[in-house]
Each structure stands twice: as C-alpha cells, then as structure tokens.
C-alpha cells in the first residue's frame, strides 16, 4: 500500500510521544524564541528547528525557505525535485508575529507531504492538500505547540488590500450574490477565455466585463504616458483660488478664505444647529456628497474613488441596515473557512460565524441567519492519539457555539503505533488516549441543542476483527436514545472497507434504538 497523508502524518506524530534528545533541544529553542517578546522572527532559524521538532528532519536539505510551498525545478536536472516555501511580506509585515509562525508551520507541513507523498499530496482526497493526513498533523502540532495552524488564512483584510483592480459585469449576474457581478484582481488582467469559470458565465449570463476601479499610476507609469495622457491628472492649485459665478456670495461676507486646519474634515468645519453648513451666504446640506466649490477651501478630492470604496461593501443594499452584501457572503461560503479552533477538540466548521457588524447593526436579520447557520453546519473533530483535550478550557465563543450547534462529526483515526508494527494483530493493540469517551463526556454536557453525531472512520491497519474495534465505540453507548448516530466516510482497504462500514451502521443502529438512559 503506497504512503499516504495520513501515514505520514501519524509517523510525524508518532514521534512526539516520546521526544529525542535532537527534539529536546528544538524545542526549547523553540519555546525560548516564541516567548522572548521580539516583534520580528527569523523565519530560517525556526524553520531548521520546526524541521526536528515537528518533520523527522526530512526538510531542511531539500526544502528551500523562502505563504506559499511549490515544487521549483532543478538547474541542473532541469526536473522538479526541489520544494520552496514563500512566505508573502506584503499579507505578513503587518500581521501579528503569530501568523508569520503559523503560516510557516502550515507551509511546512506541505512540505513534509510533497517529501513523504510525492505529488499526490497536491491530488488528497480534497484535492486542495487539505485533507485528513493534513488536519491531523496541524491537529497535533497545534496541540503540542498551542499553536494555531489552519487550513485558510484570515488576511482578508489583507488581500483586499491587493485587489485593486475590479471589473463588473453588465448582465444579469450583476444581482446575484455573492459576488454581484464583480471580479477583483491585484494584476491588471481582465476577465477572458483562460479563466476556467468564463465559459460557464458566457452561457449562463452573457454579459461582458467593464473596468470599474484601478490603482493610482506609480511613477513610472506616469512618465511613460504622453503629454496627452497625463494631462487632467495634475493638481493645479489656483483651482483653490477660483470662484464660480453660480457660487458667488450674497450679502456682505469677508474676502478671506476659510482655513481649515489639517484634521478638520470640511462637513465638521461646516456643520451648524439647523444640520445645514453656512459659509459666505450659500446653505449646503450636509448629507449631500456633491456640494460644489466653496470659496477659500481646499479642492475636495473626487467622489469618484470614494463611491467606488463605498459600492465595493454596499453593491445591494439590505432594506434595514444595508448589510445585504455580508448576508449573502455569509450564507454562500462554499469552502470552509476555520480550521482548527486553535488547541481545542473542534477542528473545522463549514462556515465562519456571522460578521460584527451584522450583529449589532441588524438583531433581527441575525437571529434568522444564526438559526440558518446552526442548522446548516456541521462541527467536525479528528480523533488525536497523543493528548486528552476537553472543553472546559474553550473560550466563550467556541462554548456558545458548542451549546447551539445541532450537527456534529467525529473522525476516528484507526491504526497502531510505529513501535507495535511487529506484534500480532490478534487483540487491538492501539487507542486513542480516552480521546472518543472525552469528546462524548463534553458534547453530553456542552451541547444541549446537539441532534445528529456522525461517526466516520479512517482505517489504516489490516486483519483486525471487528469485536476489538468495537471496544474502541463504547462510549458512543451513552449518546443512544440521546442524539441520532449517522454513518460517515469509512476508509480502509478494498476488503475490509465495505464489511467495517456494515458494522458499524448496524451497531450505530442497534444504539439509536436504545431508551434514553436516566440522568
């Protein structure tokens, strides 16, 4: 059977059971240059220490540091044998130094993939590289380290920030979420037929791309454009000096311009009891975003940009607190967006929480969209081999999401250890750190709302007998009558995978007819 993410992943776990004196010292280099309080980390020197530590020391010769991890081609064989890790200074330089650890780790567990795996890491069973071998590793990293290693960075802030460049379409897509219509890029590169998604569009809306928002040329750019094309872009201060006609004062007012000090917004400067702004006899309403010239100030700068900035959040606008935008982007996620909830047993929830603002702009559309959420998603945990995690430590937030959740998943990683390989597998030899009676024990009491729990399971070992693996389920006796035990994803060998997947729906069975045991 050829090595897979997830026996490579339990191989890298297997040896933090019982750390070498090599770990030893990495890892407290490690903990002394995590807590020394610096603002900067040398990414190189952790990387040689996370390779010992966390990676069987399979990185370092082959694994070139420089967040993303590709395979780069040898000058020499011209084939690609080489693996480099990016991290992006522009998303990072000014992030917290704990992305910068965490993006690291996350990369470097790709790495260790690419080396273990070959290229079928990138094709896993996600084929995105996140799959089950990947969650475990970063599960057990963030577990002996208290780090916070996801599968999707949070930097979209970030990103954003990047995504200068936007297109809307005029067809009918312009007024569906979640994207109403727009593509944001950080290259200048138009919506065209290389992109794999633009057949779709032709055929289903039809409309075409218009450019709506770019970047400020840079400097080089402006003195590469003709005569022609930078004239109207210079700032001509006697504009500050120029009165028109139609905006002449009446009455007897002073010639002097108005002076507006540097922090002193116009509106503020303007602003009086009656709501309006006075200044040399002309009233200008204060909501108004298209007042013309006043006399003595300085140019305002163009609407255009600003409109822009705002039509980017508001494109359609909820009819109570025009948050419509973050609704739809809220309940249209396709992809998971937290993975896992730092060291604690949840590792991955289909869809992130309701934004801010929408909570305290909006109760009522909230409430509608919480209830929605809650039914709709699906808590996932992965069984872990070296740790007893419970729930009393979560945050506030996690426990709450714990006591609404309806839906839960858990993940049972079935094999044996490395040192046990050479025994007879007669008796089932491996367990899982009373992790499954844990878990049980603290959805029982933290989750009141829960009502479905689906048992999946990951089976890497051969000729066990089903009686010992059902000593490892005996805690799901508790759950019976309580909550409803669905069957999840089964994966073992050809032979064994269909039989395993039949005993465990009718054991999961025979516990959802159960009577509800007295508290």
Same mark, same amino acid.
């Given at each position: 059977m050829?090595t897979?993410?997830e026996h490579?992943?339990l191989?890298a776990?297997?040896? +933090?059971?019982?750390l070498?004196?090599?770990?030893q010292? #990495?890892?407290?280099?490690?903990?002394?240059?995590v &807590?020394n309080g610096e603002?900067?980390?040398?990414v190189?020197?952790?990387?040689?220490l996370?390779?010992?530590?966390?990676?069987?020391?399979?990185? +370092?010769s082959?694994?070139?540091?420089?967040?993303?991890?590709?395979?780069?081609?040898?000058?020499?064989s011209?084939?690609y044998?080489?693996?480099?890790?990016?991290?992006s200074?522009?998303?990072?330089?000014y992030?917290p130094?704990?992305?910068?650890?965490?993006t690291?780790l996350? %990369?470097?567990?790709?790495?260790?993939f690419?080396?273990?795996?070959?290229?079928t890491?990138?094709?896993?069973?996600?084929?995105?590289g996140h799959?089950?071998g990947?969650?475990?590793?970063a599960?057990? =990293?963030?577990?002996?380290?208290?780090y !916070?290693?996801?599968?999707y960075?949070?930097?979209h802030?970030?990103?954003?920030s990047?995504?200068t460049h936007?297109? !809307?379409c005029?067809?009918p897509?312009h007024?569906?979420?979640?994207?109403?219509g727009?593509?944001k890029?950080s290259?200048?590169r138009?919506p #065209?037929?290389s992109d794999?998604?633009f057949?779709?569009?032709?055929?289903e809306?039809g409309?075409?791309y218009t450019k709506?928002?770019?970047p400020?040329?840079? !400097?080089?750019?402006?003195q590469?454009?003709?005569a !022609?094309?930078?004239?109207?872009?210079q700032?001509?201060?006697?504009d500050?000096w120029?009165?028109?006609?139609s905006?002449?004062a009446?009455?007897?007012?002073?010639?002097?311009p108005?002076?507006?000090?540097?922090?002193e917004?116009p509106s503020a400067? +303007?602003?009086?009891?009656?709501?309006?702004g006075?200044?040399?006899?002309?009233?200008v /309403?204060l909501? &108004?975003?298209?007042? /013309?010239p =006043?006399?003595?100030?300085?140019?305002l700068?163009s609407?255009?940009?600003?409109?822009t900035?705002v039509?980017? *959040?508001?494109?359609?606008?909820? /009819?109570?607190?025009k948050?419509?935008l973050?609704?739809?982007d809220f309940?249209?996620r /396709?992809?998971?967006k937290?993975y896992?909830?730092?060291p +604690?047993?949840?590792?991955s929830?289909?869809q992130?929480?309701?934004?801010l603002?929408?909570? #305290?702009?909006?109760?009522i559309i909230h409430?509608? =969209?919480? #209830?929605?959420?809650y039914?709709?998603v699906?808590?996932?945990?992965?069984?872990q081999?070296i740790h007893?995690?419970?729930?009393?430590?979560?945050?506030r937030i996690?426990?709450?999401a714990?006591?609404?959740a309806? *839906?839960?998943e858990?993940?049972?990683?079935?094999?044996?250890?490395p040192q046990?390989l050479g025994?007879e597998?007669?008796?089932?030899p491996?367990?899982m750190s009373?992790?499954l009676?844990?878990?049980?024990?603290s959805?029982?009491?933290?989750?009141?709302?829960?009502? &479905?729990v689906?048992v999946s399971?990951?089976e890497?070992?051969?000729?066990?007998?089903w %009686?010992? *693996?059902?000593?490892?389920?005996?805690?799901? %006796?508790?759950?019976?009558?309580?909550?409803h035990?669905?069957?999840?994803?089964v994966i073992?060998t050809d %032979?064994e995978e269909a039989?395993l997947?039949e005993?465990?729906g009718a054991?999961?069975?025979?516990l959802?007819?159960a009577?509800?045991?007295?508290?």
């Amino acid at each position: 059977m050829s090595t897979i993410d997830e026996h490579a992943a339990l191989r890298a776990i297997a040896t +933090l059971e019982r750390l070498s004196s090599a770990q030893q010292d #990495a890892l407290r280099a490690v903990t002394a240059i995590v &807590s020394n309080g610096e603002p900067f980390v040398d990414v190189h020197e952790l990387f040689a220490l996370y390779d010992t530590l966390y990676f069987r020391a399979l990185l +370092l010769s082959r694994v070139q540091c420089a967040g993303i991890c590709e395979l780069s081609k040898d000058p020499e064989s011209g084939k690609y044998t080489r693996i480099r890790l990016k991290l992006s200074t522009p998303l990072l330089q000014y992030r917290p130094r704990s992305d910068t650890i965490n993006t690291l780790l996350h %990369e470097a567990i790709h790495a260790y993939f690419f080396i273990t795996t070959s290229w079928t890491h990138s094709r896993g069973d996600d084929g995105t590289g996140h799959g089950v071998g990947f969650q475990l590793l970063a599960d057990a =990293i963030n577990s002996h380290g208290n780090y !916070k290693v996801t599968i999707y960075h949070t930097f979209h802030d970030e990103v954003n920030s990047y995504r200068t460049h936007v297109w !809307k379409c005029n067809g009918p897509c312009h007024t569906q979420p979640p994207f109403f219509g727009l593509v944001k890029r950080s290259m200048n590169r138009a919506p #065209a037929k290389s992109d794999t998604w633009f057949a779709k569009h032709q055929a289903e809306c039809g409309g075409t791309y218009t450019k709506i928002q770019e970047p400020a040329p840079t !400097k080089k750019q402006l003195q590469a454009m003709t005569a !022609k094309e930078r004239a109207g872009r210079q700032k001509n201060k006697l504009d500050t000096w120029v009165t028109p006609k139609s905006a002449q004062a009446q009455g007897s007012t002073s010639n002097k311009p108005i002076d507006l000090s540097e922090d002193e917004t116009p509106s503020a400067a +303007l602003q009086t009891r009656s709501g309006t702004g006075s200044v040399l006899g002309l009233a200008v /309403p204060l909501a &108004s975003c298209s007042a /013309p010239p =006043i006399p003595g100030q300085k140019r305002l700068r163009s609407n255009q940009g600003h409109d822009t900035v705002v039509q980017k *959040k508001l494109l359609v606008d909820c /009819p109570i607190c025009k948050l419509r935008l973050e609704i739809y982007d809220f309940m249209s996620r /396709p992809v998971p967006k937290s993975y896992p909830l730092g060291p +604690l047993p949840i590792s991955s929830i289909d869809q992130r929480a309701p934004p801010l603002a929408l909570i #305290a702009t909006c109760r009522i559309i909230h409430d509608e =969209i919480l #209830a929605h959420f809650y039914t709709k998603v699906t808590f996932r945990a992965i069984a872990q081999s070296i740790h007893s995690i419970r729930l009393e430590g979560a945050d506030r937030i996690t426990l709450n999401a714990i006591q609404r959740a309806k *839906k839960f998943e858990m993940r049972l990683i079935w094999s044996v250890t490395p040192q046990l390989l050479g025994q007879e597998f007669t008796e089932w030899p491996y367990s899982m750190s009373r992790w499954l009676d844990d878990m049980v024990s603290s959805l029982l009491q933290k989750a009141p709302s829960l009502e &479905s729990v689906t048992v999946s399971v990951t089976e890497v070992s051969e000729g066990v007998a089903w %009686e010992h *693996k059902k000593k490892m389920l005996r805690p799901l %006796e508790r759950m019976g009558g309580r909550v409803h035990l669905l069957v999840g994803e089964v994966i073992a060998t050809d %032979e064994e995978e269909a039989e395993l997947k039949e005993r465990l729906g009718a054991y999961l069975k025979e516990l959802n007819s159960a009577a509800l045991p007295g508290l």
